[in-house]
């Protein structure tokens, strides 16, 4: 990712997006929080901070729905158990594939809010009106 911001900006931009507080940020830095304040403001470092923080939230996003995966082959597995527990598994796995799935928008500003909703509104058209016809 390309950036204008030294070392230090860059470093304390990493530190904010990982959640520490900007009071941590400037202890750690050894830096005034004036001067942190100050680099918030910088068009620059905010443009940084929120692609470090999509980054984030894409990756944690990649590993729950891994782990989410996981926990429904887990209860697929449940099954073959003991009826107590294949009827619990059973009901699980009914409740969460139940659910309405509603993709998330990308996290990257390639589409735009309104391009994606357009597009979600006319899958969901698509949808309703093959419904209708069968």
Known sequence: MQTKLNAKQQLAAQ???SGLTGRQVAKALNINPATLSGWRQR??????LHELTAQAEQTLTESLTGL?????????????ASPPIALKAA????????RNYEPLP????AVDATAWNGMLEALKNANHAEAEAT
Do not use: H, K, M, V
Not at 106 to 109: D, I, N, Y
């Open 106 to 109: 990308p996290s990257r500003p």
């Open 43 to 48: 068009i620059d470092f905010q443009l940084y």
């Open 15 to 17: 530190q904010l997006a």
């Open 91 to 98: 009901t699980a796995i009914l409740q969460t594939t139940l």
């Open 68 to 80: 989410r995966l996981r926990a429904l082959e887990c209860l697929g597995e449940l099954l073959d």
